[in-house]
Nanobody
Framework: QVQLVESGGGLVQAGDSLRLSCAASGRTFSSYAMGWFRQAPGKEREFVAVINTNGAYTYQADSVKGRFTISRDNAKNTVYLQMNSLKPEDTAVYYC???????????????WGQGTQVTVSS
């Protein structure tokens, strides 16, 4: 049974930083791409960032480029999302997901975490 558990969310002020973690278990972590998505109240889930199996390829949404960094530690079966210069519009539930391909499309990911809330106050 594949499990993804996110942590690190919280309430911060605009301009602050947070680091989200997603611990994976249940299959060979290093064989799968990992992605971060988010969903704000009343909005659809949107892509944030993706990383390939060995970390050599990453891609971020334009809305977070230059502020968010995705990374992974295959020895710890964990993917991270470092979020700097947070803005109120970054407020959302953040989800990690795992899939075969490092894509931006949610339907390519077959397992999802339960999400962690990030709230950025102005």
């Amino acid at each position: 049974q594949v499990q993804l558990v996110e942590s690190g969310g919280g309430l911060v002020q605009a301009g602050d930083s947070l680091r989200l973690s997603c611990a994976a278990s249940g299959r060979t972590f290093s064989s799968y791409a990992m992605g971060w998505f988010r969903q704000a109240p009343g909005k659809e889930r949107e892509f944030v960032a993706v990383i390939n199996t060995n970390g050599a390829y990453t891609y971020q949404a334009d809305s977070v480029k230059g502020r968010f960094t995705i990374s992974r530690d295959n020895a710890k079966n964990t993917v991270y999302l470092q979020m700097n210069s947070l803005k109120p519009e970054d407020t959302a539930v953040y989800y990690c997901a795992t899939g075969r391909l490092p894509t931006t499309r949610a339907y390519n990911y077959d397992y999802w975490g339960q999400g962690t809330q990030v709230t950025v106050s102005s």
